[in-house]
C-alpha cells in the first residue's frame, strides 16, 4: 500500500522567518521521520508530500495515493486542519484522523463547548470575546481563565491568563486579540486537577489508552499547563498515569465526547476537575502530536507499555476500516 505523508515542518516555517510561538504546534524532523520509519516497518510503501501547497501541486500533477497519513496543522484560519482533508475528500483519497468538519468545529475552542454543552457533557461556563468592546459583556465569576479561541500547545497562555479582576480581564483579552488576531475564550476558572487521555479508534469503537494527570513543579508557571511550560516540560511538568476513581471519570467524559464528536483514528481529549471535584471539558484535540519522546499521547501510549510502532499501527488499523467505502481517482 503506497501511503503519503502530510504534515508541517516547523524548520520550513522558521526558514521563511516566521516565529517560535507562531510556529509552536508544527512537527520536527524526527517526527516525520519517526513514524515514516513506522509505517515502513508495518510494510507501507511511503512518500513524503508535505503541506497543503505541497499536496496541490501533487495533486495537479496526477499523483495518488492509496491513503495518507495526516498531521498537516495548517497556518491560517479556523480551516486551517481541515485544508488537507477537505482537498482529500476532493480527490476521494481516504486518510488518517478527523475530517474537516470536526478538524474546523474542535479548533473553535468557543464553537466545540457549545456543541459539548448540547450534549450535557460538563464544561466551565464560558464567553467568547471577538473585540476591545465585548470584554465589558463578560458577566462571570472571578476567577476566570483566557486564551486565544484557536490555538493550540498552549500558545497565548501564561502565568497572566488566569484572572482575578476586572482590569486583569481586560487587559488580557486586548493583548490576545492584537497578538494572535482571533477572538479570546473566556471561561470559569476550574481549580482542580488535569487530566488529558488517549483516544485511539472511532466513534463507538473508541477505547482510552490511558489517563496522566498533567502535574505542575514548582518552578513552572502556577497554576496554567501554558506555552512556556509546554514547551520545557521536562523540568517543568510530571505525568502521572492514574487509575483512580477521578481519572476514571475523566476517562469516561473523554470517551463520550469523542464519540459524540465523531472523532476518528486517535486522538487526546483534555480536562480538569471543578470545585467539586467533576472533570470538566477542556479542549479535544483530533489531531494529536506525534513525536515518540514529547508528545501526550505518546508519553500516555508508552506508560502503558504501548510501543511507538504499535500505535501507528492501531491508527492505520481505524483508517484502513475506511478503505472499502472510498474510491479511487486515478
Known sequence: MRVGITYDLRDDYLRAGYGEEETAEFDREDTIQAIEASLRELGYDTVR?????????????????DLVFNIAEGL????????????????????????PLILSLTLH?????????????????FYVVES???????????????????EGTGKGIDAASKITDRQS??????????????????ETFLPGREFTVGILGTG??????????????????????????????????????????????????????WCGLRGRDSGRVDLRADA??????????????????????CIIAAKKGMTYTALIEAIMKSARSRLNGARKVR
Open 204 to 257: 463507538e469503537d473508541a477505547v482510552s489508552i490511558g489517563v496522566v494527570e498533567v502535574v505542575l513543579r514548582e518552578n513552572a508557571e502556577p497554576e496554567v499547563y501554558s506555552y512556556e511550560n509546554k514547551e520545557r516540560f521536562k523540568e517543568r511538568v510530571e505525568y502521572h498515569l492514574l487509575d483512580d476513581e477521578m481519572a476514571r471519570q475523566a476517562e469516561s467524559t473523554a470517551l463520550a465526547v
Open 276 to 297: 467539586a471535584g467533576i472533570p470538566n471539558f477542556m479542549e479535544v484535540n483530533p489531531i494529536a502530536g506525534l513525536h515518540p519522546e514529547i508528545s501526550d499521547l
Open 169 to 186: 480581564l481586560t487587559d488580557v483579552c486586548k493583548k490576545i486579540l492584537r497578538e494572535h488576531r482571533q477572538p479570546v475564550l473566556v
Open 76 to 99: 491560517r484560519g479556523y480551516g486551517r486542519e481541515a485544508q488537507v482533508p477537505a482537498l482529500l475528500d476532493a480527490y476521494e483519497i481516504p486518510y488518517t484522523f478527523s475530517d
Open 132 to 150: 476591545d468592546a465585548d470584554v465589558s459583556s463578560v458577566d462571570l465569576p472571578f476567577p476566570l481563565f483566557a486564551k486565544p479561541v484557536a
Open 49 to 65: 508530500i508535505g503541506n497543503v501547497r505541497a499536496l496541490v501541486q501533487r495533486l495537479s500533477a496526477g499523483e495518488r495515493w
Open 109 to 125: 475552542k468557543g464553537m466545540v463547548k457549545r456543541v459539548i454543552r448540547d450534549m450535557g457533557i460538563p464544561t466551565p461556563a
